[in-house]
């Protein structure tokens, strides 16, 4: 009772990359959503600057390591996690110029976006824990 039949095999990647790869944004599922993730995580990073002066110079930032020492990062290191989720907008918009596949380019998008949203906020929770407001 097996079927022996197999579908037509969906292709996820190109099989070579392309030479002719267009950089249009409309290529972009989400894409206003992606728009509003760069905008926050550029806007976390900028307030992070204007904050300096507000914050002590090391800040729990390392929350995975051992209590004490080994968790503190300058105040500067506020800015790390924004340019994490920077990174990952920026890999996985690329590779949705790449993708045929329309559900791997949405799940991409909607996962740059969740990445930024946790970044923004464990990065606004720290402010608000030690900064001097």
Do not use: H
Not at 17 to 33: E, G, H, S
Not at 63 to 74: F, K, N, S, T
């Amino acid at each position: 009772m097996t079927n022996s039949k197999k579908g037509p095999k969906r292709k996820f990647w190109p099989a070579k990359l392309p030479t002719n790869v267009r950089f249009d944004t409309d290529l972009i599922p989400f894409r206003n959503y992606a728009y509003f993730s760069l905008f926050a995580s550029l806007a976390t990073i900028l307030a992070v600057v204007l904050l300096l002066k507000k914050l002590p110079p090391q800040v729990p930032l390392y929350y995975g390591l051992p209590e004490g020492e080994a968790q503190l990062a300058p105040a500067l290191g506020l800015i790390l996690p924004s340019l994490v989720s920077l990174g990952v907008l920026i890999i996985n918009v690329m590779a949705c110029f790449l993708m045929e596949d329309e559900f791997l380019k949405k799940a991409l998008i909607l996962t740059s976006i969740g990445v930024t949203f946790f970044t923004v906020i464990t990065t606004i929770k720290i402010i608000f824990l030690v900064g001097s407001f």
